[in-house]
Structures are given as structure tokens and as C-alpha cells.
């Protein structure tokens, strides 16, 4: 998918460049969609956890060096996953779960910082990681201009400063 898009994913293709048989594959996906799916269910059952730097703003610029990483493999399968969720609904739900859950894991992060005192009590952790994160998604997949680490980590700095101003209060 991440080289020939959507339209180009076929269980055909996937059997082939899996080197088994159509039908093994066949068995288990009927669709594309299907495998999609699976894809993003199986992202969301790792064990994924953000680092832990010690800062709040060390442990933002890793998880935007991660994300940056991801959106900058040319081809992307990231960026794939995120068009073909456009194509097909089950995919866009399956692709909301799994950002849903990255979101949860990573606020982490925030609660980390609160019990260091670093950021006020009720700093909410989605605006710190929307305003980290966003700006990476944005530049890379939306604009499709490039981005460099430096910048990635600039943004993750800003996040973690208007943080600890308070800025990122919760509601």
C-alpha cells in the first residue's frame, strides 16, 4: 500500500509479496478493508509507551522524533493508512481506535510532568500532544513539504513552554 496506494492493494498482491498462497491469505482477509483493519488492530496491541527522558520536553521531542521517523520513510505507510481511511469506512474507524489509543498512551507524558512539577495539575495532556504533534502531521502528510528533526524538536519545545506557562489548561 505504502508504494502503489489503495488502489493498488490487492490480497493478490499482498499473497505475492508474502510468498504464500492467495488462498492462505484469502482465508483470513476478504477484503482489503479487512486487512486494514487487522493492520491498525494489531498497532493498537504492542506495547508502545512514549519514552521517558525525565522532562517533559525531552520526552515531547522523542515522541515527535518517532513520528517524524514515520512520516519521513519514503514510502510512507503511515501516510498511506491515513488516505486509505478516506476510501473506506472501516478503515477510518479502525485508524480513529488507533489514534485514539496512541493518544491515551501518550499522556503519560503529561501526568509524568505534573508529578515532577514541571506543568500545572490540570494541564490537558490531549492539547500538549495536539500542539507537539499536529504541526509534524500538518507539514508532512497534509502539505506534503519536508520537515527536518531540528523542526520536529521546535515544536515539541513549544508544546512543553506553553505547558509550563499554563497555557494548555484544561477547559
Do not use: C
Not at 151 to 158: G, I, L, V
Amino acid at each position: 500500500m505504502a508504494e502503489h496506494g489503495y488502489d493498488g492493494l490487492t490480497v493478490d498482491a499482498v499473497a505475492a509479496r508474502s510468498g504464500v498462497h492467495r488462498t492462505t491469505v484469502y482465508r483470513r482477509w476478504r477484503t482489503v478493508d479487512g486487512l486494514l483493519v487487522d493492520l491498525l488492530a494489531m498497532g493498537a496491541d504492542d506495547s508502545w509507551i512514549p519514552a521517558d527522558t525525565g522532562t517533559l520536553e525531552g520526552d515531547l521531542v522523542e515522541l515527535n522524533r518517532e513520528i517524524h521517523a514515520s512520516l519521513t520513510i519514503r514510502p510512507s505507510l503511515t501516510t498511506a493508512v491515513i488516505a486509505a481511511s478516506f476510501r473506506a469506512p472501516e478503515a477510518a474507524n479502525a485508524l480513529h481506535g488507533f489514534w485514539k489509543d496512541r493518544y491515551e498512551r501518550s499522556a503519560i507524558v503529561i501526568t509524568r510532568a505534573i508529578d515532577r512539577g514541571e506543568i500545572p495539575a490540570d494541564t490537558d495532556a490531549h492539547r500538549v500532544l495536539l500542539t507537539a504533534t499536529a504541526p509534524l502531521f500538518h507539514q508532512l502528510t497534509l502539505l506534503r513539504q519536508d520537515l527536518s528533526e531540528a523542526d520536529a524538536d521546535r515544536y515539541a519545545r513549544d508544546a512543553a513552554r506553553a505547558a509550563k506557562a499554563g497555557i494548555l489548561r484544561a477547559p
